[in-house]
């Protein structure tokens, strides 16, 4: 059976006049009667009773007609579906990202692409790097927006990396608070906050090397989960921690943000898979993200104090 037969029957039944349906079909009348005689052949039934003066449907045809509308229903929207998926349009994703520091790249990143995508689910997860790689490892993510690894696993796939300064957020009655930025060498002896080990594997030894080049070692005094917990530490005046530029809208009350120079910290981040061939719906919320990444509003400049409101 095939879909034209379909169309060709649905559509005579519709005008009761084979010149009528033939012109709308954009065939002759002599090549629709054959078809439809071939279609009642395959069928083993006659589907049309003909005289000179009319044409009508037999019981047989009128029983057939529903369903043969249903199948080219289903099979417009199983083309349209096919189109749609084909093009990247429909679908679902599974994003992770930095937990909550990249929460307003994220939203940029769901707004750009439910414009142009409003048919795509997106399912987001909040997490560390060490957990976002393991998850993209597994295929329980599609895509990862975290810390660059310090070495590429040969599954991995890196689309876009953006670089960031970190800053360094103190409580407003620190010491610090009344400068705008400081040297990375005035850090040594003063309690840090750190961003665990189990959650981020590479960012203390980031630091550490940093501190290292300096010629002296961080005093490490506290590791946290996240950085919500670390800057409700840093709330309470039990040290300082580093926080992405962009994440100061993070910072809670009574947290400020200075500068950090010679060397200035950046924090590194990449938009990951862990293949290099994407399917077209991963392939437009990767185009998505990049368009976000790269139209995203600078931070403004680091020797700037930034107060929680």
Request: hydrophobic share 45%; proline share 6%.
């Amino acid at each position: 059976m095939e879909l034209r037969h379909l169309r060709y029957f649905v559509e005579l039944a519709d005008q009761m006049h084979f010149g009528r349906a033939a012109e709308r079909l954009f065939i002759v009348q002599p090549a629709l009667s054959k078809q439809i005689a071939s279609f009642e052949r395959e069928l083993g039934v006659q589907l049309f009773s003909r005289n000179r003066r009319k044409v009508e449907l037999t019981p047989v045809g009128e029983a057939l007609l529903p369903k043969a509308r249903e199948i080219l229903h289903d099979a417009a929207e199983m083309m349209e579906t096919a189109r749609r998926v084909a093009a990247g349009d429909s679908g679902a994703v599974e994003f992770g990202f930095i937990a909550p520091a990249c929460l307003a790249y994220v939203a940029r990143v769901l707004r750009i692409h439910s414009q142009s995508h409003p048919s795509v689910t997106v399912g987001l997860t909040e997490a560390g790097t060490s957990r976002l790689l393991e998850d993209l490892e597994h295929g329980r993510i599609d895509l990862a927006l975290c810390r660059t690894p310090k070495s590429m696993p040969p599954w991995l796939t890196s689309h876009m990396t953006i670089e960031e300064p970190a800053l360094l957020a103190i409580s407003e009655d620190h010491p610090f608070a009344t400068e705008l930025a400081i040297p990375f060498a005035r850090l040594e002896g003063e309690p840090l906050i750190q961003i665990s080990q189990r959650t981020d594997a590479d960012n203390g030894d980031y630091y550490a090397a940093l501190a290292h080049e300096a010629g002296f070692d961080l005093s490490v005094t506290h590791e946290a989960d996240h950085l919500h917990m670390a800057l409700a530490l840093v709330a309470h005046g039990l040290g300082a921690t580093f926080v992405p530029a962009f994440a100061k809208s993070l910072l809670p009350h009574g947290v400020i943000t200075i500068g950090v120079t010679d060397p200035t910290p950046v924090l590194q981040m990449s938009v990951l898979t862990r293949q290099a061939s994407l399917t077209p719906v991963m392939s437009e919320f990767v185009n998505s993200v990049q368009t976000a990444l790269k139209n995203q509003a600078r931070p403004e400049d680091t020797a700037t104090r930034n107060k929680a409101v």
